[in-house]
């Protein structure tokens, strides 16, 4: 069977409930989002089970997922390495923004301490999760965009990853830049490797 | 069929990448009404990329083809690339559900980044 026919097995079973097909798709993707893990949380001075614990998280979501009839469209090896990617980052950046809590909950906690005293003080305020993104969060999040966008180079793919981010179908894309369904497919491909050459260094 | 590619799954992102801007040039013949054929761009580029410059080649071709009056066969694409017919065994069998799909599918296929 071929590695794409292998992958499509690997869905079917999942959807049925088999989650024998977990391993395998752990052999096959594992290395490669732990690479993308450690891409993602490299600010981060996280230590190695981090990278492994959100890869391992984004194969047991979608594992989860596809048992419970989520991803009706997934048929393939791409698509599914492109849901696994995206599952991928979100975990990192879950994590890369739960850090930052911690981070800001551990010195508050200390300081809490030494003002347990002072009937002033709302306590633990920080403790609560953000609705929106810090600002700190938002502009790094800007800046890799910016980043993305520009190692793409090329005015057409930069076009069509826009307009994929503002959430068109690859047929309003083909409508809006006057191409072929088929070319739009073509270049989101060439930006999914742009991109994952930049993510994965 | 991506298994039966020299190349495993994909080709390198610089080989897909000249496959991209030769495609772009086919599809501007296309536009421009010059019926390029897909046949005259295999050259330009490393025989062991080829069959993956033919099918994105194909895909386009198709695209632009779906609305003539006579709908393209596998027959038709089986005697214009029989050197190629190896690279797929459904081509091989003459059933060729990768051109058939890609006809059905254009505009129905999804992805995301």
């Known amino acids: ?201 | 069929m991506s298994s039966t590619l020299p190349y495993g799954d994909w080709p390198p992102a610089s080989v897909v990448q000249k496959i991209d801007s030769i495609c772009d040039r086919f599809e501007a013949e296309w536009q421009a009404r010059i019926g390029p054929r897909a046949e005259d761009y295999l050259a330009q580029i490393a025989e062991r990329a080829r069959p993956e410059l033919l099918r994105q080649l194909l895909r386009v071709e198709l695209y632009y083809r779906r609305t003539e009056p006579e709908c393209p066969t596998p027959e038709e694409y089986e005697q214009r690339f029989p050197q190629h017919s190896h690279h797929s065994p459904s081509l091989r069998r003459g059933e060729c559900p990768w051109i058939g799909r890609d006809v059905i599918s254009i505009g129905s296929s999804e992805s995301s980044l």
């Open chain 1, 1 to 201: 069977m071929s590695s794409s026919g292998s992958v499509t097995a690997w869905i079917g079973k999942l959807r049925a409930g088999d989650r024998s097909a977990a391993e395998p798709l752990l052999r096959c993707y594992f290395e490669r989002l732990v690479k993308l893990a450690r891409a993602k949380l490299r600010r981060l001075p996280t230590a190695m089970a981090d990278e492994e614990d959100v890869a391992l998280g984004a194969l047991d979501s979608f594992c989860r997922g596809a048992g419970q009839g989520r991803f009706p469209h997934l048929s393939d090896r791409d698509d599914l390495w492109r849901l696994l990617l995206v599952i991928t980052e979100r975990k990192a950046t879950r994590l890369i923004r739960n850090e930052g809590r911690i981070k800001r909950g551990g010195a508050k906690v200390r300081h809490e301490g030494s003002r347990a005293n002072d009937s002033t003080h709302t306590p633990g305020l920080d403790h609560v999760p953000a609705a929106t993104p810090t600002p700190e969060l938002a502009a790094q999040f800007a800046e890799e965009c910016r980043r993305l966008l520009q190692a793409l180079e090329d005015g057409t793919l930069r076009a069509v990853a826009l307009a994929k981010m503002d959430g068109c179908t690859n047929t309003e894309i083909a409508d809006r830049l006057k191409r072929s369904v088929p070319t739009i497919e073509r270049k989101l491909h060439c930006i999914r490797l742009i991109w994952e050459k930049e993510l994965i260094p």
